[in-house]
């Protein structure tokens, strides 16, 4: 029998444990049991050796070493480097149902609106696991639980950490508010909530709340009316997502998650590009990482438009370009890189300066590539800016024109994208796109290199390289 018990005693230091398991294991033997500040959350069909142990190794820290920890936490750079309450982050089933026991155990009130106090609690644990390294920070306004088309949580969210730093399961540093400035209340999980959630940080994860999303130039989210397009692409996206998450993607032994969303910046003809988030997501990847991701098991291919952005300015002008638009200047491979950087930084910057600058600063930030280049007489970005404009002459009225030119080329991709997605998703068929690029299975990639063709056509009336 599995005693209800708050911490260690010489007659309870060891229980025998006659159970079956959530897997339908048979487990015996002698088990451990570290304090337990909410005795209901562990009942039958909930503990198994293995979580024990993995839960034991957590709390296997010398006191030393807790001691260090727990006053750094206090200290100013710690609270410095907290990271913004997420209400996208999640459970998983596992950990969903040891968050209803802790509810119950809390004697939290079921009363109104109970589903969304578990919500709440939901949210609140999925953010306290994602960082167990960082503070969290977390409004007490009101008026920042409005029911939106961006948020889950509701306002008893508050309540739910005044009653876990009341049980020692969170530690906090209040908000406050002057002339000078202000901070919100930052919080973190403490030793006593992470034992008492064996392998924590592996049942958490992120998708977006809203698939398509509308910030302003600071970022902030913005309300908006839904229209004929953005139902569209909200449907194409939930259809994709949910052929993803269904799909074994992985990067090595790790299980990845390929929730997407449409980040539109100020208006729905600005950006638009399908973004992820969250650990361990994809486009977080090295293109050399991506790689070894495999889907299903399968080997997986990555095809990509070659030099998309300006390829979309001359369909704008009315022209086929041919050939590379970057490598015009040099064709010797080590150049293209930073042909590349600079071009890109000519279609996005609000003036040549700013353009100018961000190139070199690339180049400074890649020593690998400045030396190769300072070999074959490559030094700076002004001299090839001003090739650039010669060569590139038809579409040279949209270099240094600040964020419109970028932005629109932006949206224009991300209309293209979305075809490509929708396309085998409509299928069944996972697809991870990369902006420019998209990665399926291996056995898809004539289909794929078709369809990337057939998209651009469609939208452009021209050609374009994919490799």
């Given at each position: 029998m599995l005693a209800q018990h708050r911490g260690w005693s010489k007659n309870e230091k060891d229980k025998e444990i006659n159970d079956i398991g959530p897997d339908g294991s048979n487990v015996k033997g002698l088990v451990r049991y570290p304090s337990n500040p909410f005795p209901d959350l562990f009942i039958k069909g909930y503990i198994t050796k293995k979580r024990v142990m993995k839960r034991t190794k957590v709390t296997g820290v010398s006191e030393d070493a807790?001691?260090?920890?727990?006053?750094?936490?206090k200290s100013g750079s710690w609270l410095q480097r907290n990271v913004r309450y997420n209400q996208g982050h999640y459970l998983d089933e596992r950990h969903r149902r040891l968050a209803d026991k802790l509810f119950i155990s809390l004697?939290?009130?079921?009363?109104?609106?109970?589903?969304?106090?578990?919500?709440?609690?939901e949210i609140l644990l999925a953010n306290l696991f994602t960082h167990t390294d960082k503070p969290i920070s977390v409004s007490f306004n009101e008026k920042d639980y409005k029911q939106t088309r961006y948020s889950r949580a509701s306002y008893f969210t508050v309540a739910l950490i005044y009653v876990l730093y009341g049980k020692k399961l969170i530690d906090m540093r209040k908000g406050f508010k002057i002339v000078e400035g202000s901070r919100m209340t930052r919080i973190w999980a403490t030793e006593k909530l992470l034992e008492a959630f064996p392998e924590y940080n592996t049942g958490v994860f992120w998708k977006p709340v809203e698939l398509v999303e509308l910030r302003n130039n600071k970022g902030k989210l913005i309300e908006y009316k839904d229209t004929a397009e953005t139902w569209r692409i909200r449907t194409v996206l939930q259809r994709v997502n949910d052929v993803n998450s269904q799909a074994d993607i992985r990067y090595q032994q790790y299980k990845l998650r390929a929730f997407l969303r449409a980040i539109f910046i100020e208006r729905f003809t600005w950006y638009g590009r399908l973004h992820t988030k969250g650990f361990m997501h994809y486009q977080g990847f090295w293109k050399e990482e991506r790689e070894e991701i495999t889907i299903n098991g399968d080997p997986i291919v990555e095809l990509d438009y070659s030099g998309l952005h300006p390829m979309l300015l001359y369909a704008a002008v009315g022209k086929q370009y041919l050939g590379d638009p970057y490598t015009?200047?040099?064709r010797r491979p080590e150049a293209r890189p930073f042909l590349k950087q600079i071009l890109l930084?000519?279609?996005n910057a609000k003036d040549e300066q700013t353009a100018e600058r961000a190139a070199n600063y690339w180049l400074?930030?890649?020593p690998e590539h400045r030396e190769a280049l300072n070999r074959i007489g490559i030094t700076r970005a002004r001299p090839l800016m001003r090739k650039f404009k010669e060569v590139h002459q038809?579409?040279?009225?949209y270099f240094c024109k600040g964020r419109q030119t970028g932005m629109r080329i932006m949206n224009q991709d991300a209309k293209i994208a979305i075809d490509v997605v929708n396309h085998f998703a409509k299928q069944g068929i996972p697809i991870l796109p990369v902006h420019d690029s998209f990665v399926?299975?291996?056995?898809?990639?004539?289909?794929?290199?078709?369809?990337?063709?057939?998209?651009y056509n469609k939208h452009?009336?021209?050609?374009?390289?994919v490799k």
């Amino acid at each position: 029998m599995l005693a209800q018990h708050r911490g260690w005693s010489k007659n309870e230091k060891d229980k025998e444990i006659n159970d079956i398991g959530p897997d339908g294991s048979n487990v015996k033997g002698l088990v451990r049991y570290p304090s337990n500040p909410f005795p209901d959350l562990f009942i039958k069909g909930y503990i198994t050796k293995k979580r024990v142990m993995k839960r034991t190794k957590v709390t296997g820290v010398s006191e030393d070493a807790r001691k260090q920890r727990e006053e750094y936490k206090k200290s100013g750079s710690w609270l410095q480097r907290n990271v913004r309450y997420n209400q996208g982050h999640y459970l998983d089933e596992r950990h969903r149902r040891l968050a209803d026991k802790l509810f119950i155990s809390l004697q939290l009130d079921g009363g109104y609106k109970v589903e969304q106090k578990h919500k709440d609690l939901e949210i609140l644990l999925a953010n306290l696991f994602t960082h167990t390294d960082k503070p969290i920070s977390v409004s007490f306004n009101e008026k920042d639980y409005k029911q939106t088309r961006y948020s889950r949580a509701s306002y008893f969210t508050v309540a739910l950490i005044y009653v876990l730093y009341g049980k020692k399961l969170i530690d906090m540093r209040k908000g406050f508010k002057i002339v000078e400035g202000s901070r919100m209340t930052r919080i973190w999980a403490t030793e006593k909530l992470l034992e008492a959630f064996p392998e924590y940080n592996t049942g958490v994860f992120w998708k977006p709340v809203e698939l398509v999303e509308l910030r302003n130039n600071k970022g902030k989210l913005i309300e908006y009316k839904d229209t004929a397009e953005t139902w569209r692409i909200r449907t194409v996206l939930q259809r994709v997502n949910d052929v993803n998450s269904q799909a074994d993607i992985r990067y090595q032994q790790y299980k990845l998650r390929a929730f997407l969303r449409a980040i539109f910046i100020e208006r729905f003809t600005w950006y638009g590009r399908l973004h992820t988030k969250g650990f361990m997501h994809y486009q977080g990847f090295w293109k050399e990482e991506r790689e070894e991701i495999t889907i299903n098991g399968d080997p997986i291919v990555e095809l990509d438009y070659s030099g998309l952005h300006p390829m979309l300015l001359y369909a704008a002008v009315g022209k086929q370009y041919l050939g590379d638009p970057y490598t015009v200047l040099d064709r010797r491979p080590e150049a293209r890189p930073f042909l590349k950087q600079i071009l890109l930084c000519m279609l996005n910057a609000k003036d040549e300066q700013t353009a100018e600058r961000a190139a070199n600063y690339w180049l400074h930030k890649h020593p690998e590539h400045r030396e190769a280049l300072n070999r074959i007489g490559i030094t700076r970005a002004r001299p090839l800016m001003r090739k650039f404009k010669e060569v590139h002459q038809p579409i040279a009225g949209y270099f240094c024109k600040g964020r419109q030119t970028g932005m629109r080329i932006m949206n224009q991709d991300a209309k293209i994208a979305i075809d490509v997605v929708n396309h085998f998703a409509k299928q069944g068929i996972p697809i991870l796109p990369v902006h420019d690029s998209f990665v399926v299975q291996e056995q898809y990639r004539d289909e794929l290199f078709r369809v990337m063709k057939t998209a651009y056509n469609k939208h452009t009336k021209f050609r374009i390289k994919v490799k």
